[in-house]
């Protein structure tokens, strides 16, 4: 089964930029020419849960006005965007691709959706997702899958599985994803994209519908890493209504694009790359070293280095995320928003809503973190997944004395087929094995495409960074983007 | 740990207000237990001296001046209610049936 992917095809969202910002195309024409391919290949992707195309070419009117007026619209001057329809959008409809949501018109719009909307951005739509993003495949969303733009018989990955399959299939040169435990850099992997897991608190979480808090972070996809950078020049920084969002900043990521790797320790985390965590492709850990291979020949240091603990990173996830999901998730009660399925009573109706609401991976979810804070299993349960977190975090700071930036691979393996990993959740959760330790660090990492695997299909490479080690970690992206352009 | 039991899943379910059949419980508590005992994998580490993270940053008690700050609109918050009357939320009643 054949594919209609073209990230290429959406252009790049600096090149459209300076374009409707010089009068060179209008901010409609862009408009225009992105809902017309997203009409043609729409059907076979499923990216969206909504294409707002009316509004889209209204806001598009309104900056060509403006900037006939001599306005300056922004950087993302007519940049057309699509949102991960777990983020509020005043007035669109906002469903985490859940039915307990239906009907639901957020009254605000997200921080990210306002940033965005600022510097001259469009949204053309909302797109698909794992149900309140729980899933690895996009599978869970209670309105249908997304197919991989690369092979229509494949998962585009998940939870932001429909963010990732709009820029690979060109319908928009960026979108927005949210990542609790890979759901950015797993899809950009097998989406052929660039896709960043920003450090906690780096970019506001305020208007994102909770899953797991201490763990939640929004972040770009975009087909370049510049393009990344300038969205998160836009979408970072402070912001006093999300009281985790930091108060440091790391500065404009397009500033560090250009400085190299000459020098820089580039660690292999020895756990994903050396058999002692199962189950991660030969065709995958043959890119990360041949990256490891680029980095080194651009001036880079490479070495091993191991992070122990991490290996205990997926049971600590799967106590930490459902547990706090419990608590999250608990306000959909039938009361303020979305269904409500009638009782006798308040508490009739709240279990009849909830129970007709969600889907079978949110109750999952919500069963095993209920239980895992339930009176007489908390301490054994989520107080060990707590200490795990910190025994992790150790780890990366130990590795990050030695190394500047780490490397691993974004998903064990390239996308795999609808259908294949549904059956067994725990199989499912594997996918998150190489993504999860940053997580619960809360340190920044991206994954960058390198490359295909033997079946010709994406595989991303993941770079991880300290604390606020964006601009490093940009830094690096940038020298492997470029490795990879030379080799092809 | 002891392994988990279809009652167990039931009272979770309760818990969590969830209303499950039969066969979800059946599932659940096979697939909740395995999710478990990979969580047993953690009994393998000496934890009695780590002192839990609760966040990523370690942020304690983040405060803002106690200023009035505009707010979202009330009807239009009501107005996404399933039920909403004289500028409330309208649920059955609390106690008792309807």
Not at chain 1, 191 to 212: E, H
Not at chain 1, 267 to 294: F, H, K, N, P, Q
Not at chain 1, 325 to 343: I, P, Q, T
Not at chain 1, 382 to 387: I, R, T
């Amino acid at each position: 089964m054949s594919g209609v992917a073209s990230p290429a095809a959406a252009g790049s969202v600096s090149d459209i930029a300076n374009a409707v910002t010089n009068g060179e195309r209008s901010a409609v024409s862009v408009v225009d020419a992105h809902l017309a391919r997203i009409d043609d290949h729409e059907g076979a992707v499923h990216a969206f849960n909504l294409v707002t195309a009316d509004a889209a070419r209204a806001t598009a009117a309104a900056i060509d006005e403006r900037l006939a007026a001599g306005e300056d619209v922004g950087p993302l001057a007519g940049v057309p965007v699509a949102i991960k329809d777990n983020m509020c959008t005043r007035g669109v409809p906002t469903t985490c691709s859940s039915k307990i949501l239906d009907g639901w018109r957020p009254p605000y719009d997200a921080t990210v959706v306002e940033r965005l909307a600022s510097a001259g951005a469009i949204m053309v739509g909302k797109t698909n997702l794992d149900e309140f993003a729980m899933g690895s495949s996009t599978e869970n969303s209670a309105f249908g899958p997304t197919h991989n733009p690369w092979q229509l018989d494949r998962v585009p990955g998940g939870s932001s599985g429909g963010s990732a399959a709009a820029v690979a299939a060109g319908f928009t040169p960026l979108s927005l994803g949210s990542d609790t435990g890979g759901s950015i850099r797993q899809p950009a992997s097998l989406c052929g994209v660039v896709g960043v897991k920003p450090t906690y608190g780096a970019v506001s979480r305020y208007g994102l519908i909770a899953f797991g808090s201490s763990l939640d972070q929004i972040g770009p996809f975009t087909t370049t890493v510049a393009d990344s950078a300038l969205t998160m020049d836009v979408i970072g920084g402070h912001d006093p209504r999300d009281a985790t969002s930091s108060t440091e900043s790391f500065g404009s990521l397009v500033d560090v694009l250009d400085r190299g790797v000459d020098g820089l320790r580039v660690g292999l985390i020895s756990e994903m790359t050396g058999g002692v965590i199962d189950g991660i492709a030969e065709d995958v850990l043959a890119r990360v070293r041949a990256a490891a291979e680029a980095l080194e020949a651009a001036g880079a240091t490479v070495g091993e280095v191991s992070v122990p603990s991490s290996v205990y990173g997926l049971p600590a996830y799967y106590m930490v995320a459902p547990a706090e999901a419990s608590s999250n998730l608990a306000r959909f009660d039938g009361v303020r928003y979305g269904l409500r399925v009638d009782g006798p009573n308040t508490a009739a109706m709240h279990t009849a809503s909830r129970t007709a609401g969600f889907g079978p991976e949110v109750k999952r979810r919500i069963m095993l973190g209920t239980y895992a804070l339930s009176a007489g299993y908390r301490d054994a349960y989520y107080g060990s997944a707590q200490k795990v977190r910190t025994l992790i975090t150790q780890d990366f700071d130990r590795a990050y004395a030695d190394f500047d930036v780490l490397l691993a691979p974004s998903s064990p393996t390239t996308a795999f087929e609808l259908g294949a990993k549904t059956a067994d959740p725990l199989t499912m959760y594997l996918n998150d094995v190489c993504t999860i330790p940053s997580n619960l660090s809360g340190q920044p990492s991206m994954s960058v495409p390198f490359g295909v695997g033997d079946d010709g299909l994406p595989i991303g490479v993941q770079i991880l960074a300290p604390l606020m080690g964006e601009p490093v970690m940009f830094q690096t992206a940038a020298v492997l983007e470029n490795a990879q352009e030379d080799a092809s | 740990m002891s392994k988990l039991s279809r009652d167990d899943v039931a009272h979770v379910a309760r818990l969590a207000m969830l209303e499950l059949d039969d066969a979800e419980i059946d599932a659940f508590t096979e697939q909740l237990g395995s999710v478990l005992a990979t969580a047993d994998d953690m009994a393998a580490l000496d934890l009695d001296s780590v002192v839990p993270a609760h966040h990523p940053l370690g942020l304690v008690n983040v405060m803002r001046p106690d200023v009035v700050q505009p707010s979202l609109d009330r009807d239009e918050v009501l107005a996404q209610a399933p039920a909403a009357e004289d500028g409330r939320f309208c649920v059955p009643p609390a106690l008792g049936e309807q």
